[in-house]
């Protein structure tokens, strides 16, 4: 039998503050003017609009999902609750909040190591790192999948921003192969 603790754990509500988010964050590119609009030119608001869907749906998998099997203790509690309520003196303390909030840092200083090095390493070196990074921090363990997926989303998002929209992409130290 299902129990209820089982259903709301700390992934689940994750998931739940993620998709409310991304509903919130659609919401409001409604908002966004559609000055200079073009006919058949995608206007200022479908970039958001993607991102908040996409958003959206990693939230919806996260609520879906839960934890991965590496994140939840035998009997189906958080191993991040487990470890902290186990947690005793200052740095066991130390450790516990690492192992809390360890991957959600992480993921920050990703995000922000991209956007300060993106220009530099270029569009595609760039973003396949940093989704390959993320990747792990988010729970992929096997490698194939991080780095295949890492690939075919930075190859997809080039072709369909550089070529299908004909937006210019910073090649960085790619740049030769632009030549």
Known sequence: M???????????LEGLVITLVALGYIWQVRNIPA?????GVPGPAA?????????GVVGVWRLL???????????GEDVV???REAA????????GWLAAHGRFCGLWIVVLGYFVFMP???????SALALAAMGRLLGERRWPVVVGGAVVVTA????????????????????????
């Open 65 to 75: 999902r839960g934890a991965p099997a590496e994140e939840q203790a035998p009997d």
């Open 120 to 126: 530099e390493l270029g569009f595609p070196l760039g």
């Open 35 to 39: 000055l200079f609009q073009m006919p």
């Open 156 to 179: 997809v998002l080039h072709l369909a921003f550089a070529k299908g929209l004909g937006v210019r992409l910073p090649l960085g130290v790619l740049s030769f192969l632009g030549k």
């Open 88 to 95: 005793a003196g200052v740095g066991a303390r130390a450790r």
């Open 2 to 12: 299902v129990t209820a603790k089982k259903l709301v754990t700390r992934a689940r």
């Open 47 to 55: 970039f958001p609009t993607l991102l908040g869907f996409a958003l």
């Open 81 to 83: 609750e487990v470890r």
